[in-house]
């Protein structure tokens, strides 16, 4: 039986995921239990796996930009790397992209974060390339083990009469209980490399507030279209995190179905 150790143990996708392994042989560490930073810590806990997926992250896009050196550390996890090498399936993001142009990005597109977040995740990317693991980018996540916006949105609808969205950054509503069961099909195919793990389609984040407003039987006409420039934040957020799922077909996978279908079937859960 194939072991896994999946770090971040207790996250919004490490518990999908080790809910899809069920039956399997997995280890499951939260932050407390395993510190991916400490070498001998990780060295011991890699030797047990036959996979160690990485769901561990500096995820407070806005705290990086005055902290970088500590986000750095946990998102740039050398001792992982090193300690599992081909045997790392890693989480990574579309903030290694600049965020420019209208087209989805593809896996080999040439990355250019624009935020001190998405430089940490681009070192953790080399790192882990480095020693010959596999890369799956994911965005714009949500779940029912975690905060995301479409739980944030449900609840602004309960108490507020109008709610004003950025309407020009566009993306992929990802389910993690679909990205789980990708990554366990993924490492089933014996694929590696650089893969987009991130519903297909594209939305705004108006446009998803609009769709949750739909699931409540509210009225998504409440939800009203402003610009970037009306929040501003400490990091700089891209204006077009669509990625491309070319790299699916060397897995002999299809790309992840549609966000809206999956945002449907999860709503259940959420």
């Known amino acids: 039986m194939t072991r896994w150790l999946v770090t971040g143990g207790g996250g919004m996708l490490a518990t999908d995921l080790v809910r899809v392994l069920d039956g399997a042989d997995v280890r499951a560490p939260s932050r407390a239990e395993l510190d991916i930073t400490d070498r001998a810590a990780v060295a ?39 300690a599992a090498g081909r045997r790392l399936v890693h989480l990574s993001t579309d903030y290694v992209f600049s965020g420019e142009g209208a087209e989805p990005w593809p896996e080999d597109a040439p990355t250019g974060p624009i935020n001190a977040y998405g ?25 029912a083990h975690g905060p995301s916006f479409v739980r944030t949105m449900a609840r602004l609808e309960r108490s507020h009469e109008v709610v004003r969205v950025v309407a020009d950054q566009h993306g992929q509503p990802t389910w993690t209980l679909d990205l789980a069961r990708r990554i366990v099909d993924l490492v089933g195919s014996g694929a590696q490399g650089v893969f987009h793990g991130t519903n297909s389609g594209a939305t705004t984040w108006h446009g998803l507030a609009q769709e949750v407003f739909r699931l409540l ?12 420039e009306a929040y501003p934040r400490p990091a ?13 077909a060397a897995a002999g996978l299809k790309p992840m179905r549609d966000w809206r279908e999956a945002l449907h079937d999860a709503w259940p859960e959420l």
Do not use: F, Q
């Open 44 to 82: 011991e806990a890699v030797k047990w796996a036959d996979v160690v997926v990485n769901c561990a992250a500096w995820t407070a896009v806005d705290d990086a930009e005055t902290d970088e050196e500590a986000a750095l550390r946990v998102n740039a996890p050398v001792a992982l790397a090193e």
């Open 217 to 228: 039987g509210a009225d998504p006409e409440r939800v009203r279209p402003v610009t970037s």
């Open 119 to 143: 430089r940490t995740k681009l070192a953790g990317e080399r790192a882990v390339l480095a020693h010959h693991g596999t890369i799956v980018r994911t965005a714009w996540l949500y779940g």
């Open 236 to 248: 700089a957020r891209p204006k077009n995190s669509v990625l491309a799922h070319g790299g699916w």
